[in-house]
């Protein structure tokens, strides 16, 4: 529990370094977002606007996953 309360000590001391995580992270989400959706990929779109991993699995898709071919089942 010690962990937690560190946490919120320090994001509530230091309001700029959650200010700077969400300006990293909207960019990043908005282009994968519109990626999945163009793509029409529904269980990626589902997956990255649910998960939030500082933008490392959005980074991900929009260069790895997003440049393969899609299969059509």
């Given at each position: 529990?010690l962990?937690?309360?560190?946490?919120?000590?320090?994001?509530?001391?230091?309001?700029?370094?959650?200010?700077?995580?969400?300006?990293?992270?909207?960019?990043?989400?908005?282009?994968?977002?519109?990626?999945?959706?163009?793509?029409?990929?529904?269980?990626?779109?589902?997956?990255?606007?649910?998960?939030?991993?500082?933008?490392?699995?959005?980074?991900?898709?929009?260069?790895?996953?997003?440049?393969?071919?899609?299969?059509?089942?």
């Amino acid at each position: 529990m010690l962990y937690n309360i560190n946490m919120e000590q320090f994001l509530t001391g230091n309001s700029w370094a959650l200010f700077i995580i969400m300006l990293w992270t909207l960019p990043w989400k908005g282009l994968a977002l519109w990626k999945a959706a163009q793509r029409n990929d529904q269980k990626w779109f589902i997956v990255l606007l649910l998960l939030n991993t500082l933008a490392i699995l959005d980074i991900l898709y929009i260069y790895k996953f997003s440049k393969r071919e899609k299969i059509n089942s």
